[in-house]
């Protein structure tokens, strides 16, 4: 068959097809433009979900009625300026739209309405697109409080291309995935005010932050992410070899079952990246069960030509020149921050703990006889019962803390983080009064967090220890494989495992981490050439020595039901303060749960 040109329309409905395939996303290209024209408030409203209508209204720079026609126009663009010799630098986006596709794409499959009244223009002009036929510009009036800016409305989506509606999903479904795309552009600008109005409701009203780095973008971020967020995150701000990371990341102890609460960012634009969610596992690795995540917002900014923004026609994936600088920035400096959080633990445990609590129900005609009785005993009068403590329980004599002075009093140790130990209950849990609360320590994944943790730092300081094959072993691997491999042989030898060429995609094993025992040697060198593949570092035999750390920290910590002094209850306690990450155990648990006086009080009507 013949070759043939597509006729224009086609041509537009295929770049609407790629670029808009569902409301969320033309919603996303249509707030892009708004940020690219500097708008300072962004309001949207939609209508079913997006399909019925879509207006987003800005206060930028506008659009000048000269310019109208060319904003309808394909690949027509104010983001990219050519050089003399007529070539555009496409490694050099400093903008989140540049490909001058998202009007004429809406256009091509909805009726579009654009409104704008430039900087400085005396008067607002529109123009009108429905199903790609393009009408005259216009004179209009303009309602917007702002003196500048554009309105763009958007009707009957996808009722040029009918056949793209059978595959969206329910209006509930649309609405919920448009108002995650305003959520998380507007995380990434706190500095923007935006609104957004879903059948009629007013859905999210977010002012702008006059402090859009720090205490501004945690408040909008709390705003968006919940109340609990802000308590619960340590702020980070690092940068390596000219790419900065800042944000703020979820303590360990803080986690959700998906990734959909990882929020992160480049340069301003909202993307989902396999390398930085894969950085952000590898610093939570040791911290978090397997089936739980962390809440973070991560943003990274670095110049914009070490990063392609031009993969994806949605723009939501990345490639970065440096890929592995990124990563180990991400690693590093989320490691560092955990690691100053020491044994802090997430809020969010003690509300469970207080949320499982509940008094008797039958229990307010008794305390009301109770008052009654109690207002009527005289001072002096009152006999207290002796004391009980049942055969799992035992009262812990307080210690002062280790290297402390002789002369300091269990009074003293109480104002230590975590307090000083009152009692160890079923041998298990050890029970310990702060200055305004009560903490219970779960002992055996407190001290198994201390001996992994441990022991790590020995990995650290003294290397890995390796042990001799009897017989070396020769793992057959294809060429490329191999050569990545013995490119990183010196790097592996550190880690414990040395590795010689054998010919031709052939790679032989001398020994092994002793720390592994018996070690599948084919298994590991494919798990590692992958890796090197991937990410250009051996980190399948770093977690799986930590695994191993952990396995046998696990087994030779402190157990369930061991009865502990008051001395070593204290002990633990005072090592657990000054331990990174002994917040949780190496499973992903707490250790501890920390209960104010102020909370318990409630419980009991005090308060």
């Known amino acids: 068959m013949p070759i043939r040109r597509l006729p224009p329309e086609a041509v537009n409905r295929i770049a609407a097809g790629e670029v808009i395939e569902r409301p969320a996303a033309a919603i996303k290209e249509l707030i892009e433009n708004a940020l690219d024209a500097g708008a300072q408030r962004i309001d949207v409203t939609i209508e079913r979900g997006g399909v019925g209508r879509i207006?987003?209204?800005?206060?930028?720079?506008?659009?000048?009625?000269?310019?109208l026609p060319l904003a309808v126009e394909r690949h027509a663009t104010s983001k990219l300026t050519a050089e003399e010799s007529g070539a555009v630098d496409l490694l050099n986006i400093a903008t989140l739209g540049f490909r001058g596709e998202a009007l004429p794409s809406i256009?091509?499959?909805?009726?579009?309405?654009?409104?704008?009244?430039?900087r400085g223009a005396d008067a607002a002009f529109g123009i009108d697109v429905e199903g790609g036929a393009v009408s005259a510009v216009r004179p209009a009036p303009w309602a917007s409080l702002s003196a500048h800016g554009a309105r763009i409305d958007v009707r009957d989506l996808f009722y040029a291309t009918p056949a793209r509606l059978k595959f969206l999903k329910?209006?509930?479904?649309?609405?919920?995935?448009?108002?995650?795309?305003?959520?998380?552009?507007?995380?990434?600008?706190?500095?923007?005010?935006?609104?957004?109005?879903?059948?009629?409701?007013?859905?999210?009203?977010?002012?702008?932050?006059?402090?859009?780095y720090h205490e501004g973008r945690k408040r909008r971020l709390a705003a968006i992410l919940g109340a609990d967020f802000a308590p619960n995150a340590i702020e980070l701000d690092r940068e390596r070899n000219g790419a900065r990371l800042s944000g703020f990341a979820g303590?360990?102890?803080?986690?959700?079952?998906?990734r959909e609460h990882q929020h992160l960012f480049v340069n301003g634009r909202p993307v989902k990246d396999k390398l930085i969610v894969g950085a952000v596992r590898a610093a939570y690795q040791d911290l978090l069960a397997r089936d739980r995540h962390p809440v973070a917002a991560l943003f990274i900014d670095l110049p914009c030509e070490d990063v392609d923004v031009n993969v994806h026609p949605a723009k939501t994936e990345v490639r970065f020149r440096d890929a592995q600088n990124v990563r180990g920035l991400i690693v590093g400096a989320l490691t560092h921050a955990l690691a100053g959080a020491g044994h802090r633990a997430a809020t969010t445990?003690?509300?469970?703990?207080?949320?499982?609590?509940r008094p008797y129900e039958n229990a307010q005609p008794a305390l009301r006889a109770w008052h009654a009785?109690?207002?009527?005993?005289?001072?002096?009068?009152?006999?207290?019962?002796?004391?009980?403590?049942?055969?799992?329980?035992?009262?812990?004599?307080?210690?002062?803390?280790?290297?402390?002075?002789?002369?300091?009093?269990?009074?003293?140790v109480q104002y230590f983080p975590l307090g000083a130990a009152r009692a160890q209950l079923h041998e298990t849990y050890i029970v310990a009064q702060t200055e305004d609360g009560i903490v219970i320590v779960d002992q055996h994944a407190a001290h198994e967090r201390l001996v992994y943790e441990r022991m790590k730092t020995m990995l650290a300081n003294g290397g890995v220890g390796r042990?001799?094959?009897?017989?070396?072993?020769?793992?057959?691997?294809?060429?490329?494989?191999?050569?990545?491999?013995?490119?990183?042989?010196?790097?592996?030898?550190?880690?414990?495992?040395?590795?010689?060429?054998?010919?031709?995609g052939a790679v032989?094993?001398?020994?092994?981490?002793?720390?592994?025992?018996?070690?599948?040697?084919?298994?590991?060198?494919?798990?590692?050439?992958?890796?090197?593949?991937?990410?250009?570092?051996?980190?399948?035999?770093?977690?799986?020595?930590?695994?191993?750390?952990?396995?046998?920290?696990?087994?030779?910590?402190?157990?369930?039901?061991?009865?502990?002094?008051?001395?070593?209850?204290?002990?633990?306690?005072?090592?657990?303060?000054?331990?990174?990450f002994s917040g949780q155990c190496n499973h992903g648990r707490p250790t501890y749960v920390e209960l104010k006086l102020a909370d318990i009080e409630k419980l009991f009507g005090r308060r």
Not at 184 to 204: P, Q
Not at 251 to 258: A, D, N, Q, S, V
Not at 493 to 499: A, Q, S, Y
């Open 349 to 357: 445990t003690a509300a469970s703990a207080l949320a499982s609590l």
């Open 251 to 258: 303590l360990p102890t803080y986690h959700r079952g998906t």
């Open 508 to 580: 032989l094993v001398r020994e092994t981490p002793a720390l592994l025992g018996q070690v599948d040697a084919a298994g590991l060198l494919r798990d590692l050439a992958d890796d090197i593949a991937e990410l250009g570092d051996a980190h399948a035999l770093k977690e799986r020595l930590e695994a191993v750390c952990s396995s046998m920290a696990c087994r030779g910590s402190v157990r369930a039901g061991r009865r502990l002094t008051g001395e070593e209850m204290n002990a633990l306690l005072r090592q657990m303060e000054a331990t990174p």
């Open 55 to 67: 207006i987003v209204e800005d206060d930028g720079c506008g659009i000048p009625h000269a310019e």
């Open 467 to 504: 042990q001799g094959l009897l017989i070396p072993d020769v793992v057959t691997l294809d060429d490329a494989e191999a050569e990545r491999l013995i490119a990183r042989a010196d790097e592996l030898r550190e880690l414990g495992l040395v590795i010689e060429p054998f010919g031709a």
């Open 107 to 118: 256009g091509s499959a909805a009726r579009l309405s654009i409104v704008s009244k430039a």
């Open 373 to 412: 009785a109690e207002s009527a005993i005289a001072p002096g009068d009152f006999v207290w019962p002796s004391a009980r403590v049942d055969a799992g329980s035992q009262i812990a004599q307080p210690a002062a803390a280790p290297h402390a002075a002789p002369q300091e009093s269990s009074e003293d």
């Open 170 to 212: 329910s209006d509930r479904a649309e609405t919920m995935a448009a108002a995650d795309i305003v959520k998380r552009l507007a995380m990434a600008r706190a500095d923007v005010a935006f609104s957004l109005t879903c059948d009629g409701r007013a859905s999210l009203r977010l002012h702008q932050e006059s402090d859009p």
